[in-house]
């Protein structure tokens, strides 16, 4: 029910914009959220966006680098990501969920993405 786009290989500094599609969901009703997965490492939250895009929260180590934005109209939520480091090299997914608040545990998250590939390397 959500098809993630847009990633890619960039260099070091670079940006990206990843976009997320919900075809069979009302987004309008969920939180959502980037969740991304390195090679040998736990998926982890990067970012999450209320209902109403009144409160977003970020880990610590993407804050003031990428920015999470939705359109309720267009059932589309986005992540931004520039000054991108090799770190950032992951699988990057897009979640929804039904909580009150932003939760940053996968478990939380109800619906999910295949997945789009972002690579960081000169």
């Known amino acids: 029910q959500l098809v993630e786009s847009g990633g890619d290989l960039v260099q070091p500094g670079g940006s990206l914009r990843l976009s997320c599609a919900a075809p069979?969901?009302?987004?309008?009703?969920?939180?959502m959220g980037w969740f991304r997965q390195a090679p040998g490492k736990e998926r982890e939250f990067v970012a999450g966006?209320?209902?109403?895009?009144?409160?977003?929260k970020y880990s610590y180590s993407v804050e003031g680098r990428f920015t999470i934005s939705r359109e309720n109209d267009k059932n589309m939520v986005y992540l931004e990501m520039n000054s991108l480091l090799p770190d950032d090299t992951a699988v990057y997914y897009c979640?929804?969920?039904?909580?009150?608040?932003?939760?940053?545990?996968?478990?939380?998250?109800?619906?999910w993405g295949q997945g789009t590939q972002v690579t960081v390397s000169s």
């Open positions: 979640a929804a969920d039904q909580h009150y608040l932003i939760r940053t545990a996968p478990e939380d998250y109800k619906y």
């Open positions: 966006i209320s209902p109403s895009s009144d409160d977003v």
């Open positions: 069979g969901l009302t987004i309008s009703w969920y939180i």
